[in-house]
């Protein structure tokens, strides 16, 4: 997992530091598997969550407070 706080610049942060604030917008990067772990400790107004099983092309979803996407490499 990797998390970043947005700013005026990119930052590196911990999980821990990521959801114990609010006033930052920030970036996730997780695997398949990290994400079918953690995605209830993300609060995201999005109708359909990315179905992580079942990657078949890279492609992002714009919802009205994120964005989200996959990658199929």
């Known amino acids: 997992m990797s998390y970043y706080l ?20 920030y970036v996730a990067v997780l695997t398949t ?7 209830e400790r993300f609060d995201m107004g999005i109708e359909l969550e990315p179905e992580a099983g079942n ?3 890279t492609k992002a979803e ?9 990658f199929q490499l």
């Open 6 to 25: 947005l700013a005026d610049t990119m930052r590196p942060c911990t999980g821990e530091e990521l959801h114990a604030q609010n006033e930052c917008k």
């Open 33 to 39: 598997p990290e994400w079918n772990r953690e995605r």
């Open 55 to 57: 990657i078949h092309n």
């Open 62 to 70: 714009v919802n009205y407070d994120s964005l989200t996407g996959t």
